[in-house]
T-cell receptor
């Protein structure tokens, strides 16, 4: 049972344009969402997060949007750069106070074309 | 402040042998998570530990796999009698308090031959 879904396994975008990566979830108990970026042969690195009490969080070129009613979040990267080419994972956390675990999606491979 | 350290980075085992994967969390972090990534797949949750306690092991196979996070020393993921299907990248992550973001290590790539 995949509670966090990334339905697009890959995405290609021209340099300078916007990249939009999507993520859907099924568990309404999720209350914190994160995006990670992963290069080959490396561990995932944290990118940006959002709490369920917000609908938008911005950090430089990266913005995450959360639509709780649709159980959907998205990551916008603008402008996209070749160095953004990587696999992006969305994750959701669930648990009781102080003991949260992270459930990851299957990832979307972003390729930014120069 | 060193990041999450995993060793070894690469591990080759013959079928039937034991594999021990180590994870030293970031300084001050008492929550550790183990994930497995099979080729061309996402990160699958395996186990969540807090010092000396297993909080959630719902993602870990019931047989051959075990994990610990002792009071002193690194967290250990142990796989007994490895099979070819255990070949994967195993990632460890840590967080200071079980909330907010978790930080990942570089992973251990296990190859069973």
């Amino acid at each position: 049972d995949q509670q966090v879904k990334q339905n697009s396994p890959s995405l290609s975008v021209q340099e300078g344009r916007i990249s939009i990566l999507n993520c859907d979830y099924t568990n309404s108990m999720f209350d914190y969402f994160l995006w990670y970026k992963k290069y080959p042969a490396e561990g995932p690195t944290f990118l940006i997060s959002i709490s369920s009490i917000k609908d938008k969080n911005e950090d430089g070129r990266f913005t995450v949007f959360l639509n709780k009613s649709a159980k959907h979040l998205s990551l916008h990267i603008v402008p996209s750069q070749p160095g953004d080419s990587a696999v992006y994972f969305c994750a959701a956390s669930v648990g009781t106070s102080g003991t949260y675990k992270y459930i990851f999606g299957t990832g979307t491979r972003l390729k930014v074309l120069a | 402040n060193a990041g999450v350290m995993q060793n070894p980075r690469h591990l080759v085992r013959r079928r039937g042998q034991e594999a021990r994967l180590r994870c030293s969390p970031m300084k001050g972090h008492s929550h550790v998570y183990w994930y497995r990534q099979l080729p061309e797949e996402g990160l699958k949750f395996m186990v969540y530990l807090q010092k000396e306690n297993i909080i959630d092991e719902s993602g870990m196979p019931k047989e051959r796999f075990s994990a610990e996070f002792p009071k002193e020393g690194p967290s250990i993921l142990r796989i007994q009698q490895v099979v070819r299907g255990d070949s994967a990248a195993y990632f460890c992550a840590s967080s200071p308090d079980g909330q907010g973001e978790a930080f990942f290590g570089q992973g251990t790539r296990l190859t069973v031959v």
